[in-house]
């Protein structure tokens, strides 16, 4: 479904992303795992249409995004690392600016408003100024901008990052909701968020691949590449891995 070649990305001489290569499939729910300054949100703004790379190709479906960039984006939704909300605004009167400027009318646009006020648990504060809501229900309006065009790609760049525990299983509930319906990647630094969400993983450190695989198949090339037994907790793999990668390059 989404297929990511050899990426490339400069900010000036520095190369944030290096060769990046790794595919998401169909209704797959995929974390996109690293360190800060991994190159996450480097490659979801290109995933997205935000960033033109250097080199490399991306495809959705059979779309090209660098070729077709506007088909690219009616086919996504997008949460940003910072929710682009319009702090003035009331919740239900954004969410009916950008499903209109997503391009729906009439009937369509009252229907997907209300599936997303649903959806995202908007009720409660669906006509509080936004300035005025909680971190959690900011996110939540992030994902209804992002969810409300009804796009068969999700980009969430880190969507549980700053919510406390309650707030994270509501959206980590939200996400899982619309698994196999929609093709996801999310973003995040923290381990058992991968753990809790993904059905695969891809793992990169410093622009480049480290690995990729199901928790499963991680924790098998960890112990083939280091020697070690299994069972491996996902933070034995990400640390062996990252390891390894440092010492022979891409693995
Ligand atoms: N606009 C920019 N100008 C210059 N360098 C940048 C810019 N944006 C990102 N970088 C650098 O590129 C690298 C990758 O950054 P990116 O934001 O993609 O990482 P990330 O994996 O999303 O990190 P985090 O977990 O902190 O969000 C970092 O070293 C960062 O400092
Ligand atoms: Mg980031």
């Known amino acids: 479904m989404i297929t990511v070649e050899k990426l490339t990305m400069y900010y000036g001489q520095y190369a944030a992303l290096k060769d990046l290569s790794f595919e998401v499939r169909k209704g797959e729910i995929l974390g996109l795992l690293g360190p800060n300054g991994a190159g996450k949100t480097t490659a979801m703004r290109i995933l997205t249409t935000y960033l033109y790379p250097a080199a490399g190709q991306v495809r959705l479906g059979d779309v090209s995004i660098l070729a077709n960039p506007l088909e690219a984006r009616k086919k996504t939704g997008y949460l940003p690392e910072n929710v682009p909300v319009y702090p003035d605004m009331r ?19 009252t229907e997907r408003v209300e599936w997303v006020r649903e959806a995202c648990q908007l009720k409660p504060i669906w006509k509080h100024q936004i300035s005025e809501i909680s971190k959690g229900y900011k996110q939540r309006v992030g994902l209804a901008q992002a969810l409300v065009h009804d796009p068969e790609i999700l980009i969430l760049d880190e969507p549980t990052t700053g919510l406390d525990p309650l707030q994270i299983l509501g959206i980590r509930d939200l996400i899982k909701n619309l698994a196999h ?63 390894v990668e440092a010492h022979e390059g891409q693995v």
Do not use: W
């Open 91 to 109: 919740v239900d009167d954004y969410v009916r600016f950008v499903a209109k400027a997503r391009g729906l009318t009439g009937k369509q646009l």
């Open 181 to 243: 319906e929609k093709t996801i990647i999310f973003s995040t630094h923290i381990l058992q968020e991968v753990q809790a969400m993904a059905d695969r993983i891809v793992i990169i450190n410093e622009g480049r691949l480290v690995a990729q695989g199901t928790q499963q198949e991680l924790e098998t090339h960890a112990c083939e590449k280091t020697g070690r037994q299994g069972p491996l907790s996902l933070e034995d793999i990400f640390i062996a891995l990252l390891r």
